[in-house]
């Protein structure tokens, strides 16, 4: 609030000018009341005011694209452009159930922005300024700025042409990276959308002016979401490809109306996503409430959505941390340090000798410049461009150039096992039946041979998400295996089984003309509940044509099935069954059913979870086969003879996955496989661990030794060693972190499968491993594996679709191959790096030496020493450096990471003592030649004969000096490729060398 009092002078000026204007100021005034005040009263206090001015002020910042506002209660800045996690179920529908009025939103505008992704494409000279703020470039800038100022032209104009070019083409990649970027995110970024306000009105706006809170309503198919939103009336089905990396359509549910004070993430517990539609997805079918709308609550907006993140992740990635650079920046400053000591020593020496101030100066000044190797960042650019050519031959592409010269550190990779280790599809392998409490008879599909009708068959037809996309049977591989192997067709419907007197759009499934005869005409899918990796289950409500009653159908994990069947119908030997055929590396998925009928009234589209799933009759086992990639085997081997481990993070199931982990060769042969089992403390118990030695044949089957060992508690107890490997669920290894902290080294060294892993947990295990200095690989096919592709050092993405941009590295090729092409190439560029920063080291000393013998003469360097420096040795070492291609095998060491380790020390400290002794000789050598004059010499001419040197030339002084001084480059040149090569155990020169 501003206070104002009104001054008659200006009051008769206002209306002197209304009159000189015919008017048109007292428009102006009328329009912005705020000029009015401003032009007739001048400021007071708010007790002298007769006029107060209202002036509403936003306090914000904007954290990488994240608005916080500031909130004068709290006294902190408050997260902005989310809805409140604090808000129960029923605050959720009775608060937002019809929308937000055009006052409420107008406010919420002003305070969350607007909702989009806006990722600008970065100007050039941005970009151009932000690389040329490396200290490397302050550093050449200097020299150049020296080199100039004594004249030496030529060779700056080179140096000056070298840098120019590498920022070029740095510049390109950001800036191509860019336009990528903005296109992926700006197709979705102002879409038209119906909006419903608290009147009742509906009307269409763009989605830019939707807040947190508003309510949207789904009116067609084959539309992008613009926000995240959580579901509150009506269902739909939707494609997260973008976000996951797996096209599979995804059931979505309304939110539970649930009379409480919990949270409404709380409430539905892991299940949340079950609810919220994310931004950025597709809608491929919508299923309206009895209303006849779907409606959803706008949750968040703009960068704060899924969406929203996952560009911030892109934008904002998290920082590389190489010990290499480090030992770089060490590096130089022993050279700085040599330098300056240099200084020192021709500082005293010139001083002795009487020499001017300037010349001293002089001297100093190109000491300094030859401190640090200014080629140093335009050629490991040039290393690294090579380096990214190759791999995009190999069908490899890279987003993050950087990476692949950390790529030659990698100890440890992670994959994923379906449609990474494994074959994406499932081959339909055959029902094992269960009837009054007992297996019966296998039944195997093969040709000719159907399914009888009953309660199997309509579990098998029905109890599944798929759906009908552009005429194609899409959905789950699991999901269309088993229903395209039973020959029946799918379509879209209205439900003729009404519980409300009012129809709902439906699916109904029926036989088709491949399939066997039998003696109904089809089943309604009328509500489902949705497949969910933490419930590990999903199930269907359905009414058989012509019949009256419901059938409920449930499929999933099968200990999570048997827990909501009735006891009375699981057989007893169910454990021993289903170990048998996951221990075979089999696929296995539990089936129940029962009759329902709902309450008096009740609307099937309200009813509750729980009450659907109860007291169910278990009917058997789905059998499917997983078959491992043809690569996969011979590439873990070549992996495992590398040293380099190899670790399994899987949702799947703990005992096919173990399976596939011995036939794979993740876990080598006759080595001791322990499962793990952890459980938590239970009442007045304690937490427990469960060891179970599983033993393999030589037909890779597998079996559980009998036996368990159980230990309560002993945190002391810790018997492993590097002879066992350890299996594991994700649930077991949140226990043993939470309850044998001591045990979780152990568990990280010698844990080679984690099943049943949640994308979370997968994040946080390749944390786990970076932590205890592991450089993590992680290999997978996008689905549910984006989170631990961004956190690991290298991200191998075989998916191609819009989540592969947050994984560094993108394989054309779906199998994992491509891992240890990307190893070598990375061990490639990464001993290239360091090989080119030791000849530059190298050259910086040898330089400095020579300095310091023609410095005490008041000789220097000319013109084309310099370029012959920097033209004739360095660009072709560069050069031959970035097209000499990787190993053609994995050696079973890695590359020394530190620049002052045994393996690379010797053969630049061999070097430089070769070269010192080398210049000082030629330099004593030189001297006592009969020709030669130190009058002549440092007084400005000699004469000297060219070819037996009898013939008499005028030269320069330096020239002379120089040309004798320089002409160690050549062999100091070939006498370091030699010894860089030999002691750098991973280049594929050296057995050439050993043989020559």
């Given amino acids: 609030m501003f206070g104002y009092r009104t001054e008659c002078c200006r009051q008769a000026l206002c209306y002197l000018g209304y009159l000189l204007s015919l008017g048109f100021l007292k428009i102006l005034f009328n329009w912005k009341p705020e000029l009015h005040v401003l032009c007739s009263c001048i400021p007071c206090s708010l007790e002298e005011a007769d006029i107060i001015l209202l002036k509403t002020t936003i306090r914000y910042i904007q954290v990488q694209k994240i608005r916080f506002v500031w909130n004068a209660a709290n006294c902190k800045f408050q997260k902005v452009g989310v809805l409140e996690d604090s808000m129960s179920c029923s605050d959720i529908h009775r608060k937002f159930c019809s929308g937000l009025s055009r006052e409420e939103r107008e406010i919420e505008q002003e305070i969350c922005g607007f909702n989009s992704c806006e990722v600008e494409i970065v100007p050039i000279w941005k970009l151009l300024f932000k690389e040329i703020l490396n200290p490397f470039y302050f550093c050449e800038a200097y020299s150049i700025i020296v080199w100039i100022s004594l004249g030496f032209l030529n060779f700056s104009l080179v140096l000056i042409g070298l840098t120019v070019l590498s920022l070029m083409v740095f510049v390109y990649m950001l800036r191509k990276q860019s336009i990528k970027l903005n296109r992926m995110v700006s197709a979705h970024n102002n879409v038209m959308v119906t909006l419903l306000n608290k009147n009742g009105v509906m009307e269409e706006i763009p989605s830019r002016y939707l807040v947190p809170g508003d309510v949207i309503i789904l009116t067609r198919a084959d539309a992008y979401l613009p926000c995240d939103a959580i579901l509150i009336s009506g269902g739909c089905v939707t494609d997260e490809g973008m976000l996951t990396g797996e096209s599979v359509p995804v059931t979505k549910t309304p939110l539970p109306f649930v009379d409480n004070d919990v949270p409404w993430k709380i409430h539905t517990g892991e299940n949340y996503i079950g609810h919220v539609l994310y931004c950025g997805t597709k809608v491929i079918r919508i299923k309206p409430a009895t209303d006849g709308l779907v409606k959803a609550v706008v949750l968040q907006t703009g960068f704060n959505t899924t969406k929203g993140d996952l560009v911030r992740s892109i934008l904002y990635p998290k920082p590389v941390k190489f010990k290499l650079y480090k030992d770089v920046f060490y590096a130089i400053l022993i050279c700085t340090g040599l330098a300056i000591t240099g200084i020192a020593y021709i500082v005293v020496l010139n001083a002795i000798n009487g020499a001017a101030v300037r010349n001293i100066v002089r001297m100093i000044l190109i000491k300094l410049s030859g401190a640090v190797p200014v080629t140093l960042p335009p050629s490991l650019t040039i290393v690294t461009l090579f380096s990214q050519r190759r791999l995009k031959k190999e069908g490899i592409f890279c987003i993050s150039p950087p990476r692949i010269t950390l790529c030659g550190q990698i100890n440890l990779v992670c994959f994923d096992k379906t449609g990474t280790l494994t074959e994406d599809g499932l081959d339909l392998w055959g029902i094992l039946p269960s009837k009054q409490n007992c297996f019966q008879d296998i039944y195997n599909f093969r040709p000719g041979i159907s399914l009888p009708w009953g309660p199997l068959l309509g579990a098998m037809a029905s109890c599944h998400s798929l759906v009908v996309s552009d005429g194609k049977l899409c959905g789950d591989p699991l999901d269309l295996k088993m229903f395209q192997g039973l020959g029946w067709e799918l379509e879209d419907c209205k439900g003729n089984w009404r519980a409300d007197e009012k129809s709902c759009s439906d699916v109904i499934v029926k036989p088709g003309a491949k399939a066997q005869p039998v003696p109904v005409k089809g089943i309604t899918i009328l509500r489902q509940f949705p497949f969910s990796s933490v419930l590990q289950r999903m199930s269907v409500i359905t009414h058989v044509v012509d019949e009256q009653r419901l059938t409920v159908f449930m499929k999933g994990a099968p200990e999570k099935v048997v827990s909501f069947c009735n006891i009375e119908t699981v057989p007893s030997d169910f454990e021993n069954t289903l170990s048998y055929y996951t221990a075979q590396g089999f696929r296995v998925i539990g089936l129940a059913y029962k009759y329902f009928i709902p309450k008096v ?6 009813l509750e979870r729980e009450e659907v799933e109860s007291d169910l009759v278990f009917l058997g086992f789905l059998i499917l086969e997983n078959q491992l990639k043809p690569e996969s085997k011979s590439v873990i081997q070549e992996l495992t003879n590398a040293n380099i481990r190899t670790v399994m993070i899987t949702g799947d199931n703990l005992q096919t996955a173990c399976t596939v982990g011995i036939t794979s060769g993740l876990v080598p042969d006759n080595a001791n496989l322990f499962i793990i089992e952890a459980k938590s403390p239970r009442a007045n118990g304690s937490a427990s661990i469960t060891w ?42 949140q226990t043993i972190k ?17 099943a049943r892993m949640a994308p979370k947990q997968k994040a946080s295990l390749v944390e786990d491993y970076q932590k205890i200095d592991y450089y993590v690989a992680m290999c997978g096919d996008g ?66 030496v020579n300095m310091l013998l023609l410095f005490p003469k008041g000789t220097l360097f000319g013109n084309p020493q310099y370029i012959f420096q920097g033209m004739a040795v360095l660009l072709p070492i560069m050069v031959t450096m970035s097209l000499n291609g990787p190993a053609k095998k994995l050696a079973p060491y890695r590359p020394a990471g530190n620049l002052m380790s045994p393996s690379l020390l010797p053969s630049l400290a061999v070097h430089i003592l070769l070269s010192f002794v080398l210049q000082i000789s030629m330099f004593l050598e030189l001297q006592k030649q009969p020709w030669f004059s130190d009058t002549d010499v440092f007084s400005g001419c000699i004469s000297q004969n060219q070819s037996s040197f009898n013939q008499t030339i005028q030269r320069e002084p330096s020239v002379t000096i120089n040309f004798y001084s320089t002409s160690f480059f050549p062999i100091v040149g070939i006498n370091f490729i030699t010894i860089q090569f030999v002691f750098s155990k991973a280049r594929p020169f050296r057995q050439l060398l050993y043989k020559n």
């Fill in 783 to 848: 689905a549910n594996d984006c989170g631990a592709l961004k956190m690991a050092h290298a991200g191998i993405s075989l998916s191609e679709l819009e989540a592969s941009v947050s994984s560094p590295f993108t394989s054309k090729t779906a199998n994992i191959s491509c891992v240890p092409k990307l190893l070598k190439e990375g061990r490639n560029a990464f001993v290239a790096s360091v090989g080119l920063f030791k000849v530059l080291v190298g050259i910086v000393l040898v330089s400095t």
């Fill in 692 to 733: 179970n030695l599983m033993e393999s044949n030589q037909q890779h089957k597998t079996a559980l030794k009998i036996g368990s060992i159980i230990n309560e508690v002993s945190q002391d107890n810790n018997t492993a060693s590097d002879r066992y490997y350890y299996a594991m669920s994700g649930e077991t290894l």
């Fill in 738 to 754: 939470q309850h044998f902290p001591c045990m979780v080294s152990d568990i990280l060294l010698n844990g080679v499968i984690f």
């Fill in 601 to 606: 009234h009740s609307v099937i589209e309200k």
